[in-house]
C-alpha cells in the first residue's frame, strides 16, 4: 500500500514539476548524495532536486524559490535496535516540496548560502529516525554554478515518537535547464 501511495506521489510531484519547468524561467536540477547520521550510525544518501525561478520577498533583499526533491535513504543494521518497533532496517523514500530562500543580490559574495524549508511525505517503511508519513526537512548550503554543499535535517517535529530524524551532510552536482 506505502508503495503504490508513493508512486502516486512521485507521479504528482513530476507532473507538477513538469508543468512548471516551461514557465519557470530558470530551473536548476541537482543531484546530490552523502552521508546521513541517526544517533552516530551514519548510512548512504541521494536526492535529486529542482530549484526554480527566483521571486523578490516584496522591497526586501530576500528572494524566495520554489523547491522539489525526491531522496533515498539506506537502511542501517544496528543490533542495538534489532527487537525495536520501528527498526532501523528499512530503506526509505523521501519527496518534499517547499522553498529555498536566499539574502542580497548576485553579485553579494554571500548571495549563494541559501536555507530552504521543505514538508515531506516518506514511503518505505518507518525507522527510528523518521518514524511517520510526513517530515519536515532543514537545509542550510552554499550554492555555486554547479557546485552545492549542504547540512539537511529531516524529522517529523517530535509529533510522533521516536523521532531521532536524520542528518546529512550532501554534495551536489547541477545544471540549469
Do not use: C
Not at 533583499?61 to 527498526?87: E, K, L, Q
Not at 529516525?129 to 554554478?145: I, R
Request: zero cysteines; proline letters at 3%; glycine letters at 12%.
Amino acid at each position: 500500500m506505502r508503495s503504490s501511495r508513493f508512486a502516486l506521489g512521485v507521479i504528482a510531484t513530476l507532473t507538477l514539476s513538469a508543468v512548471a519547468i516551461p514557465a519557470a524561467a530558470e530551473t536548476h536540477l541537482e543531484l546530490q548524495g552523502g552521508r546521513s547520521y541517526m544517533d552516530t550510525h551514519g548510512t548512504s544518501v541521494f536526492f535529486i532536486e529542482s530549484v526554480f525561478d527566483a521571486h523578490p520577498m516584496g522591497q526586501s533583499r530576500f528572494t524566495w524559490s520554489p523547491d522539489v526533491s525526491i531522496g533515498y535513504i539506506d537502511g542501517r543494521h544496528i543490533g542495538r535496535y534489532a527487537d525495536y518497533h520501528p527498526g532501523v532496517t528499512n530503506n526509505v523514500w523521501v519527496g518534499a516540496a517547499g522553498a529555498r530562500f536566499h539574502y542580497g543580490n548576485d553579485t553579494d559574495w554571500y548571495q549563494p548560502l541559501f536555507f530552504s524549508f521543505q514538508v515531506a511525505g516518506t514511503a518505505g517503511g518507518h525507522t527510528q529516525a523518521l518514524s511517520s508519513d510526513y517530515e519536515f526537512v532543514s537545509t542550510l548550503g552554499w550554492q555555486m554554478k554547479n557546485v552545492s554543499f549542504q547540512i539537511r535535517h529531516i524529522s517529523n517535529g517530535s509529533f510522533h515518537e521516536p523521532n531521532r530524524g536524520e542528518t546529512m551532510a550532501l554534495v551536489g552536482i547541477g545544471f540549469n535547464l
